[in-house]
């Protein structure tokens, strides 16, 4: 079992810089892959960005060369934001994958509101 907490959610300004943070808790060592989506209202849930253990990272178009994931330790994963937008604003979710077991989970949320 693996349990996700995220972090750093916020009211930011057009152009500004936010960064969230999800830690891990658990059988936090399985854990394969990790991603961030975000869900804004009235849309569906999509991928920002992902990372996993054979080196592997990618990024929506949307985000690129803005955003940037990172797993710090085994148990933070982190999302740094620059040049925020407010088609960025959603609920953020922080998400794994454990290869193993073939099993995912996912965080609470954290709301993300760039005004502009």
């Known amino acids: 079992q693996v349990q996700l907490v995220e972090s750093g959610g916020g009211l930011v300004q057009s152009g500004g810089s936010l960064r969230l943070s999800c830690e891990a808790s658990?059988?936090?060592?399985?854990?394969?892959?990790v991603a961030w989506y975000r869900q804004a209202t009235g849309k569906q849930r999509e991928l920002v960005a992902s990372t996993d253990k054979g080196g592997r990272t990618e990024y929506s178009d949307s985000v690129k060369g803005r955003f940037t994931i990172s797993r710090d330790t085994a148990a933070m994963i982190n999302l740094q934001m620059n040049g925020l937008k407010p088609e960025d604003t959603a609920v953020y979710y922080c998400y794994a994958f454990q290869l193993n077991w073939n099993r995912d989970y996912w965080g609470q949320g954290t709301q993300v509101t760039v005004s502009s």
């Open positions: 658990g059988n936090i060592y399985s854990i394969y892959r």
